[in-house]
């Protein structure tokens, strides 16, 4: 089975669905990602891009939005789950788990039905690399 699957979570826990692209959920409501519309405009027009367009000027958005505690989480096809996360603290580790329990589990119309996909955390400092079972059940060594 090949599902592509996409979220924001929140540094409350709030997981929000991505329909199409994070950018594309970012534009739909700034605001709640500590945005204005203007803003995305500004930020667009200095890289000469037409909104929505993935670019540079969606990096320089996404990259503000994970600096101020979003995560991005995305799921390849067959492959690996991505998660982008300003830094790897305690805080998002819990999160994490939160998450990956949440996946197995099931939520919002998605389950993950294989607990040795790989889940490939992007930070500023590096990369770690998990299964998303070993994020659920804690035996990861932070």
Same mark, same amino acid.
């Given at each position: 089975m090949t599902i592509s699957v996409?979220?924001?979570?929140? #540094?409350? @826990? /709030?997981?929000? %669905? =991505?329909? #199409? &692209? %994070?950018?594309?959920? =970012?534009?739909? #409501?700034p605001e709640r990602f500590g945005l204005t519309s203007a803003e995305i405009e500004a930020e667009y027009s200095k890289h000469q891009e037409k909104v929505g367009v993935e670019g540079e000027a969606r990096r320089e958005l996404l990259l503000r939005v994970i600096r101020q505690g979003w995560i991005r989480l995305r799921r390849y096809p067959n492959r690996h789950w991505s998660v982008t996360v300003e830094r790897f603290t305690p805080a998002v580790q819990e999160l994490l788990r939160d998450w990956a329990r949440k996946m197995l589990? @099931?939520?919002n119309g998605f389950k993950e039905a294989d607990r040795y996909m790989p889940v490939k955390? &992007?930070?500023? /400092? @590096?990369?770690?690399k998990y299964s998303i079972g070993d994020l659920a059940d804690a035996l990861c060594l932070w």
């Open positions: 996409a979220f924001f979570l929140s #540094d409350a @826990g /709030d997981l929000i %669905h =991505v329909a #199409d &692209s %994070h950018i594309a959920t =970012v534009i739909q #409501d589990s @099931g939520i955390v &992007s930070t500023l /400092d @590096g990369e770690f």
